[in-house]
């Protein structure tokens, strides 16, 4: 039988620590679907509109519950989600929930070096259920890049990684096989399809 880490007690004051902020809850709502990215408290002002000082005090907070994890990168100090936490995955799921999985989705590839356009190719299955997705990435990614590609979507579907299939290709490639209407690129450009990194002259609207 599974046991809580936590007793009930505890588990609520847990609680009111995590949902007692809004400035609290834009952070997460930030950075968990971004776990590639860190954020300063200088950028998350710009990015959400909030005062340094209340992302400070916030930012701090969720580091000492583990939430999050932070580091001086240069001159700044930058949040990450902490993908170690045991709290990881349910707020990630509750974060999914408030801001809508496309845009979550989205977020997994935010500013990602080298990627031109991506999207997911098929129907999405459902947590539990078997079946598999494509992540279609077309650009010039660094290998050590490609793994998380698959793993951050993923846990946005609360998937297994193996539920999602990478297809890479550079931008000659993808262009090439375009033009010799290749039966898999064409297939997955008229299937069922959600756009993650758009790029008009990559993704043609009406490939036939």
Same mark, same amino acid.
């Given at each position: 039988?599974?046991?809580?880490?936590?007793?009930?007690?505890?588990?609520?004051?847990?609680?009111?620590?995590?949902?007692?902020?809004?400035?609290?809850?834009?952070?997460?709502?930030?950075?968990?679907?971004?776990?590639?990215?860190?954020?300063?408290?200088?950028?998350?002002?710009?990015?959400?509109?909030?005062?340094?000082?209340?992302?400070?005090?916030?930012?701090?907070?969720?580091?000492?519950?583990?939430?999050?994890?932070?580091?001086?990168?240069?001159?700044?100090?930058?949040?990450?989600?902490?993908?170690?936490?045991?709290?990881?995955?349910? @707020?990630?799921?509750?974060?999914? %929930?408030?801001?809508? /999985?496309?845009? !979550? *989705?989205?977020?997994?590839?935010? =500013? #990602?070096?080298?990627?031109?356009?991506?999207?997911?190719?098929?129907?999405?299955?459902?947590?539990?259920?078997?079946?598999?997705?494509? @992540?279609?990435?077309?650009?010039? %990614?660094?290998?050590? /890049?490609?793994? !998380? *590609?698959?793993?951050?979507?993923? =846990? #946005?579907?609360?998937?297994?990684?193996?539920?999602?299939?990478?297809?890479?290709?550079?931008?000659?490639?993808?262009?090439?096989?375009?033009?010799?209407?290749?039966?898999? %690129?064409?297939?997955?450009?008229?299937?069922?399809?959600?756009?993650?990194?758009?790029?008009?002259?990559?993704?043609?609207?009406?490939?036939?």
């Amino acid at each position: 039988m599974s046991r809580s880490p936590v007793e009930p007690a505890a588990g609520a004051v847990l609680l009111e620590e995590l949902f007692s902020s809004r400035v609290r809850a834009a952070v997460l709502c930030q950075l968990l679907p971004r776990p590639h990215l860190g954020f300063s408290l200088t950028e998350l002002s710009r990015l959400l509109g909030l005062p340094i000082s209340s992302l400070q005090h916030e930012c701090y907070k969720l580091e000492r519950l583990g939430v999050l994890t932070g580091r001086r990168e240069g001159n700044a100090y930058r949040y990450r989600g902490n993908v170690e936490s045991s709290l990881n995955g349910p @707020l990630t799921a509750l974060v999914v %929930v408030a801001i809508g /999985e496309e845009a !979550a *989705l989205r977020a997994t590839l935010d =500013a #990602v070096p080298g990627v031109h356009a991506a999207f997911l190719a098929g129907d999405v299955p459902q947590s539990g259920e078997n079946g598999s997705v494509s @992540l279609v990435v077309i650009g010039d %990614v660094p290998l050590e /890049e490609l793994d !998380a *590609l698959e793993s951050r979507p993923a =846990a #946005v579907l609360n998937l297994p990684v193996s539920a999602i299939e990478l297809a890479y290709y550079r931008p000659d490639d993808w262009r090439a096989k375009l033009q010799q209407a290749n039966p898999f %690129v064409m297939s997955i450009l008229t299937g069922k399809r959600l756009d993650l990194v758009s790029n008009d002259g990559l993704i043609p609207a009406n490939p036939l």
